[in-house]
């Protein structure tokens, strides 16, 4: 077996009273993309910058490569990728020198910043100052600059938060074609879909604590219900759409009773997303 790419044990992180990371253990395989998931306020920024030799954990220890990160700061950075909001960019310069720049603090010598700057779907802007890019462009420069030392862990916060749908599509396949090289991708969203396509796992975390850590299959096995929906017309026209669950045992028996006594126009089954299991987990909503 490989070495796992992230480990995080027993981490806890304190601002003052409020506990915001409360004991929390995972590991992610080298090659894996997991989803970080988790509502407002759970602790995913504090646990990131944590993993990421950010902020020192209060208790804990976290591995990346089989570095330890409070030991090996600098060396463990080289090796990965962030993008995020806390990780600022140069507004005066453009988006290809603010490539330079941090291409130059990490050594890289051949950087193709046409080629970078077109895979963020940024080709033509370039050139111009990041001060006149939209919240979106900044983020796809944020992606860009994450990725041009070729890391080995890429920390990627909301990445497709706010971009359009082809932007945010460009920046899902870049994803996967990063994760294809073999890259680690540690991936935080609020966005149950995307957790959903692009996670080998996902980890739900709530009031500090991973309250569930699987593959999203799995997951649905486990807590998920399935949901029969039937809409109905009444004399009017008028629809009214009814949930059943479709594993409960008086289900059959209600189904037959709604064809039987009301008109049925059409009825089709779907699985619990992700967002009904964290619900179901937690009693909470996800956004
Ligand atoms: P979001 O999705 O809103 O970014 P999050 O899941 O990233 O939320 P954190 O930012 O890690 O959550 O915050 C966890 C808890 O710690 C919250 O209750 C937050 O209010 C609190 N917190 C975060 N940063 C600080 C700080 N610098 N000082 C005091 N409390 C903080």
Redesign the pocket.
């Known amino acids: 077996m490989t070495e796992p790419a992230i480990v995080a044990e027993n981490l806890v ?1 304190r ?2 009273d ?1 506990v ?2 409360n004991d929390i253990s995972f590991e992610v395989a080298e090659g894996e993309i997991l989803g970080f998931l ?12 944590m993993l990421t030799g950010q902020r020192r954990p209060h208790e804990g220890r976290v591995t990346l490569l089989g570095r330890d990160v409070t030991q090996e700061t600098a060396a463990v950075q080289a090796e990965i990728g962030i993008s995020f ?1 806390s990780a600022n960019l140069y507004e005066e310069l453009s988006g290809i020198e603010n490539l330079r720049l941090f291409a130059r603090l990490y050594g890289v010598r051949d950087l193709d910043t046409d080629s970078l700057i077109e895979r963020v779907g940024l080709e033509g802007r370039g050139n111009d100052r990041v001060s006149g890019y939209s919240k979106g462009m900044k983020q796809r420069l944020m992606v860009a600059r994450a990725l041009l030392h070729q890391p080995r862990i890429l920390f990627l ?2 990445p497709t938060e706010g971009l359009d749908p082809v932007s945010a599509q460009a920046i899902r396949n870049l994803i996967l074609e990063e994760n294809e090289r073999g890259v680690t991708i540690f991936l ?1 969203t ?1 966005d149950m879909m995307e957790a959903d396509r692009l996670s080998h796992r996902v980890a739900f ?1 709530d ?2 604590e991973i309250v569930a850590l699987d593959t999203p299959y799995n997951l649905k096995q486990r807590y998920g219900r399935r949901i029969i929906e039937v809409d109905i017309a009444d004399d009017e026209g008028n629809i009214e759409r009814r949930e059943m669950d479709m594993d409960e045992p008086d289900t059959p028996k209600e189904l037959q009773a709604l064809f039987r006594d009301e008109r049925v126009t059409t009825i089709h089954s779907r699985e619990a997303s992700l967002e009904d299991i964290f619900i179901e987990i937690t009693g909470r909503e996800l956004v």
């Open positions: 992180y601002y003052g409020l915001a990371v988790g509502p407002n306020g759970a602790g995913k920024t504090t646990t990131v910058s909001e916060d909301e935080t609020h975390i009031q500090g």
